[in-house]
């Protein structure tokens, strides 16, 4: 069985876009957010704010997850995108061994900002960052080394060279040509409400460099605020370890 290549990220980190960037290479079988199908929508849903109308999906639960991610790893390379929190029920060594582990992170006053846009009444648990920091801690003291850390704003900035340097950190060849596509549908990645949440991917057509963006968190609601100043620290521990563009 091949390992997974697990992209442990926060919402509104530019994952998706990564993930369609490795949906690219055709060379894995690329899985969106499955784990977070099943906690947002699934039987046994974990959700903190689910509702008796929201949306549910019959028969789909964490087994049957579990069970499609180790059929596809059986037979070829796989690479999945998914948040921590979905799984950290799920956090034992065994577990986590049938991954090979990589964080991507952004800063929170854009992440927070972000999902107030969409979710204006979201909370803690869905943003990520604390679980995020607990799984990075647990696999670094049980590797002996920090798993590999992309940031957000160095892939916009030099989506190249973090490309290159993430595909050598996790052992797998760098495709340059994977960074461009066509602007269009993204069915592969809509289980949630349609896509609505990806309209700049439908319309990108690749990861190009982009200037870095700053956020002024001083203009959000306090509440937004709040979540931001609690998640910083956990967003900045791992951001001293992130991956720099390889130099020649």
């Known amino acids: 069985m091949h390992k997974i290549l697990a992209l442990w990220a926060t919402p509104r980190s530019t994952s998706t876009a990564f993930e369609w960037m490795m949906r690219m290479r055709s060379d894995m079988t690329c899985f969106h957010e499955p784990f977070g199908e099943w906690?947002?929508?699934?039987?046994?849903?974990?959700?903190?704010?689910?509702?008796?109308?929201?949306?549910?999906?019959?028969?789909?639960?964490?087994e049957s997850v579990w069970h499609n991610l180790r059929a596809a790893a059986e037979k070829g390379p796989?690479?999945?995108?998914?948040?921590?929190?979905?799984?950290?029920?799920?956090?034992?060594?065994?577990?986590?061994?049938?991954?090979?582990?990589s964080f991507l992170i952004r800063d929170p006053a854009k992440v927070a900002t972000s999902?107030?846009?969409?979710?204006?009444d979201f909370v803690l648990k869905e943003t990520a960052f604390v679980e995020q920091h607990e799984l990075f801690d647990r696999l670094s003291a049980q590797q002996g080394k920090p798993p590999p850390v992309i940031d957000s704003d160095d892939l916009l900035e030099d989506p190249h060279g973090i490309v290159e340097a993430y595909c050598r950190a996790v052992g797998i060849p760098f495709i340059p040509e994977a960074l461009s596509w066509e602007p269009g549908a993204r069915d592969e990645v809509s289980w949630y409400d349609g896509g609505s949440w990806h309209g700049n991917l439908r319309m990108s057509d690749g990861l190009k460099p982009q200037p870095r963006r700053y956020i002024d968190i001083s203009d959000a609601p306090d509440r937004v605020k709040e979540i931001y100043e609690t998640v910083l620290p956990h967003y900045e521990a791992l951001h001293q370890h992130r991956l720099q563009a390889l130099t020649l």
């Open 39 to 62: 906690w947002y929508q699934g039987e046994g849903a974990r959700w903190p704010r689910i509702k008796p109308d929201s949306p549910r999906t019959p028969g789909l639960t964490f």
């Open 78 to 101: 796989v690479f999945s995108k998914d948040f921590p929190h979905y799984i950290e029920h799920m956090w034992t060594d065994e577990f986590l061994s049938y991954f090979n582990h």
């Open 115 to 120: 999902m107030y846009k969409h979710w204006p």
